[in-house]
Nanobody
Framework: QVQLVESGGGLVQAGGSLRLSCAAS????????MGWFRQAPGKEREFVAA????????HYADSVKDRFTISKDNANNTVCLQMNSLKPEDTAVYYC???????????????WGQGTQVTVSS
């Protein structure tokens, strides 16, 4: 059974930074495409970033490109999302997800974490 546990969310002022972590258990993250999604109140869950099985390829939503960085640590079985220059519109619950294959920015992932709240104040 694969479990994903997010951490690192919190309250930050606009322009600040946060680093989210996703700890995986049950299987090594090296077999998965790993993604981050977010869902704001009243909105659909949207793609944020993804990283390939090897960690050599990354994908980002246009809204976070050049501000967020996804990385994978196979040795520690974690995936991180470094978020810089945060904006109030980044406020959402952030979810870590894993899939064996397929298009990284689509929501059909095989496993999901419970989410961590990120709140950016203006």
């Amino acid at each position: 059974q694969v479990q994903l546990v997010e951490s690192g969310g919190g309250l930050v002022q606009a322009g600040g930074s946060l680093r989210l972590s996703c700890a995986a258990s049950g299987r090594t993250v090296s077999v998965f495409v790993m993604g981050w999604f977010r869902q704001a109140p009243g909105k659909e869950r949207e793609f944020v970033a993804a990283i390939s099985r090897s960690g050599g390829t990354t994908h980002y939503a246009d809204s976070v490109k050049d501000r967020f960085t996804i990385s994978k640590d196979n040795a520690n079985n974690t995936v991180c999302l470094q978020m810089n220059s945060l904006k109030p519109e980044d406020t959402a619950v952030y979810y870590c997800a894993a899939r064996y294959s397929g298009t990284p920015y689509l929501r059909e992932y095989d496993y999901w974490g419970q989410g961590t709240q990120v709140t950016v104040s203006s």
